[in-house]
């Protein structure tokens, strides 16, 4: 029988509906593959019984031919996700043993169409970073290699454990949540796919808030198809979050193939940054070539705003993780550490509990917001967001469809390599990224190349609000002209 890990999630329906194989067969081979990959930590928590009784359930509504879209699809959750009586941590020490008893609307709703939960993924500790290597349970290893190399790399962040999971084969798909790149910067760093949907899109119901104004859930896979199956059971309405919108869900795999004849692609020039690598800059005009070739308009746009987006994304973000992050103080949840009275409990459980990065950020969140601070770098950082935000506006009024950029301004770097000394070197991952974000917009990354080393690299689309079906039809072109890449296997 084929490696049923190897399968796309698409190509393990069809297995599944032609009773090829079971959903306990495709568990199974799955789960002894999590456990030879264990060198890579990206799982946090491996759920095999949970998994081979959904499976088994699933395998049941196959037979009867009442299953779901997504029955016996094994995948991973990102440790940000609460799952009923499945240890959430946000990959930090503060939250220590905490089992929710309450499962999020996004993977609620993957487990009603059918999915199987194979484990919790290893993410930045409460997604704060871009290597992964924030974690409380250490971080994660990238399953490429620079060639002729055996130096481990990191998969990128936060959503490091489900980028690494997907690309090596470890699940079919998973979640993950971008609050500034989060998704598009792994994805990239791994040579998988991975969309950020339009702010509201999915429901951020129980999942633990970083900066809930930016934070939204999407999901990962080795294809844009895949992307666009997972993403039609995540997204939609949820009354118990208000900034949920209520908008019809596509069945966004319908986008997938659809002509992109005609359709105007912007190409904006304040992303082609001083210094930038001749790889990236080739990389670009190539993705460009191909979607002309398909049919697209290229056009230049501008976003002049965008060199400020990245510092205002580091007053805005840090002061909502000040603000959500309050809540964490020994009495509620997970970890305590005593004092001699509760003001000290307070402070040791906090300086205990938090990483540094962490408390980095409840450091900058507060004095930003702080009364003689707050004008000063809150309220101006407001400002500036508003004016990002116009700028994307302004080049979709004039008829632009999507956006093409780069998704990352380097290859994946070694663990340790970076944001030792200087912790902005670190947050510059997130520049081709972090507007979107800002801007509520939708994007997608899709691995389009190979750097020197022999390492994948992505390229980026922004979207209108709620067009993630253009962004699938564009990505696919990309996919189709770029190929697949798929990491040597080294780790069995
Ligand atoms: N790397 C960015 C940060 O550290 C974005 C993280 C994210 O999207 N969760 O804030």
Not at 77 to 83: G, H, I, M, N
Not at 163 to 189: E, H, K, M, W, Y
Not at 219 to 231: E, G, H, N
Not at 460 to 468: A, K, N, T
Request: proline share 5%.
């Amino acid at each position: 029988m084929t490696d049923l890990t190897s399968l796309t999630l698409a190509d393990a329906r069809e297995g599944l509906t032609q009773k090829s194989f079971t959903a306990l067969e495709l568990t199974d081979a799955h789960l002894a593959a999590m456990e030879k990959a264990r060198v890579l930590n990206a799982y946090v928590l491996e759920t095999p019984e949970q998994a081979r009784t959904q499976a088994r359930a699933a395998d049941a509504t196959i037979a009867k031919g009442d299953a779901g879209p997504l029955a016996g699809i094994p995948l991973g959750v990102k440790d940000l996700f609460a799952t009923t009586n499945v240890r959430a941590t946000a990959c930090s020490k503060i939250l220590g043993n905490f089992i929710p008893p309450y499962e999020s609307t996004v993977t609620s709703q993957l487990w009603r169409d059918g999915a199987v939960m194979l484990g919790k993924l290893n993410c930045d500790e409460f997604a704060m970073g871009s290597s992964n290597e924030t974690s409380a349970f250490g971080p994660v290893i990238n399953p490429w290699r620079r060639e002729g190399s055996d130096t481990n790399l990191v998969p990128g962040g936060s959503s490091g454990g489900s980028a690494s999971a997907v690309a090596a084969n470890l699940c079919l798909g998973a979640t993950g949540t971008d609050t500034g790149g989060s998704i598009r910067q792994p994805a990239a760093f791994t040579g998988i796919v991975g969309i950020k949907p339009t702010y509201g899109r999915c429901s951020r119901w129980g999942t633990v808030a970083f900066a809930s104004s930016l934070d939204q859930a999407g999901p990962f896979a080795r294809t844009v198809r895949d992307t666009a199956i997972l993403m039609r059971s995540m997204a939609g309405h949820d009354p118990k979050d208000t900034t949920s919108v209520d908008h019809p869900v596509p069945d966004y795999e319908a986008a997938i193939g659809k002509s992109v004849k005609g359709m105007k692609i912007g190409i904006p020039k304040e992303y082609r940054l001083d210094g930038m690598s001749g790889e990236i800059d080739k990389l670009w005009a190539q993705g460009a070539d191909w979607l002309k070739a398909a049919g697209a308009e290229l056009v230049e746009v501008s976003l002049p705003y965008t060199k400020y987006a990245l510092p205002a994304y580091y007053v805005v973000a840090p002061a909502e993780a000040s603000s959500n992050l309050a809540r964490y103080d020994g009495v509620r949840y997970g970890a305590r550490v005593n004092g001699r009275n509760i003001v000290e409990m307070y402070e040791n459980t906090r300086a205990e509990g938090f990483g540094a990065e962490v408390r980095r950020r409840i450091m900058i969140g507060t004095y930003v917001l702080s009364a003689g601070y707050y004008d000063a770098y809150y309220l101006r950082a407001q400002k500036v967001r508003t004016l990002i935000k116009k700028d994307f506006e302004d080049v979709f009024a004039k008829g632009v469809h999507a956006i093409l950029t780069p998704a990352t301004p380097s290859a994946a770097f070694g663990i340790g390599e970076k944001g030792k000394a200087d912790p902005i070197e670190m947050y510059l991952n997130d520049i081709f990224t972090v507007t979107v974000n800002m801007a509520g917009l939708p994007g997608i990354a899709v691995p389009a190349g190979k750097d020197v080393q022999g390492l994948p690299l992505g390229l980026q689309l922004i979207g209108r609000p709620f067009d993630e079906e253009t962004l699938f039809s564009l990505g696919e072109v990309i996919e189709q002209s770029a190929g697949h890449f798929t990491a040597r296997k080294w780790w069995t």
